[in-house]
């Protein structure tokens, strides 16, 4: 059954999504009619993308939580309409989440949508490479980040959000593989070591959603 959104209709959940988000299911029902209706609207999500809500988005999302250590202080940089942060937050109550995106009616859209679900997510203007954000987001557990930037640039400009030991891991899909390739050099240069691919997500996406995790170096200084 689905419920219909400004025309559109937002599939209901599937069974699935029950055990990624336990009693948080009514949040994430929520947050898949909101992208679909007013993030459609406002242009944050592709009208298409509103009947494949749940296994594109909120559930390919929501399983990086597996890679993600209890309790750790997350930033994810380019959130978009809150992707893959929200998902993530709603899936795991224990982490402290704040959400990094530059533009102004992204970030008013999160706000908004932050305040209606009533959940403890931080947002935030700026871009990652900003001394401003370095200094009041850095140090943190682990980076987030989906479709912002080539491997290369990407570890550039969020290792130095991370203590060292911290985890970058971004969302690639098919690219990986070819992205660690073409930018290990680069990644390594910028204090980035234990490079490697992990498909997360087993039993419920299907394809797996892949992630590069990149390691921040011990006793590195912060790169520029
Ligand atoms: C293609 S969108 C992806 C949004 C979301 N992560 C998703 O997967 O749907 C890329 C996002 O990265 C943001 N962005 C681009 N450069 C950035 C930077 N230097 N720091 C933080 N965010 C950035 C853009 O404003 C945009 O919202």
């Known amino acids: 059954m689905s419920a219909a959104v400004g025309g559109r209709p937002v599939p209901a959940p599937p069974a699935v999504a029950a055990t990624v988000f336990g009693e948080r299911l009514g949040l994430a029902t929520r947050y898949a009619e909101l992208l679909a209706g007013s993030g459609v609207e406002r242009g944050l999500v592709g009208p298409r993308e509103a009947e494949r809500i749940w296994q594109r988005h909120v559930l390919n999302c929501a399983v990086i939580g597996e890679v993600v250590p209890a309790g750790a202080r997350v930033v994810d940089v380019g959130s978009g309409a809150g992707l893959p942060g929200i998902p993530l937050a709603l899936a795991r109550p ?4 704040t959400l990094l995106e530059p533009m102004a009616r992204r970030v008013t859209w999160l706000i908004e949508v932050i305040g209606e679900l009533g959940v403890e997510v931080r947002v935030h203007r ?7 954000v370095r200094s009041l987001l850095g140090g943190c557990d682990v980076v987030t980040a ?4 080539p491997m290369g640039r990407l570890t550039g400009w969020t290792l130095p959000l991370l203590r060292p030991g911290g985890l970058l891991v971004a969302m690639k899909g098919a690219t990986a593989g070819d992205e660690v ?11 980035g070591r234990a490079i490697r ?23 590195t200084q912060r790169p520029r």
Do not use: Q, W
Request: glycine content about 12%; charged content about 35%; proline content about 2%.
């Open 94 to 97: 224990d982490l402290r989440v």
């Open 126 to 132: 700026g871009r990652a490479e900003d001394a401003a």
């Open 146 to 149: 989906r479709a912002v930037a």
């Open 181 to 191: 390739a073409d930018d290990r050099a680069a990644i390594e240069g910028f204090g």
């Open 197 to 219: 691919l992990y498909d997360c997500g087993s039993g419920i996406v299907d394809p797996l959603t892949r992630v590069v995790l990149v390691e921040r170096r011990l006793g």
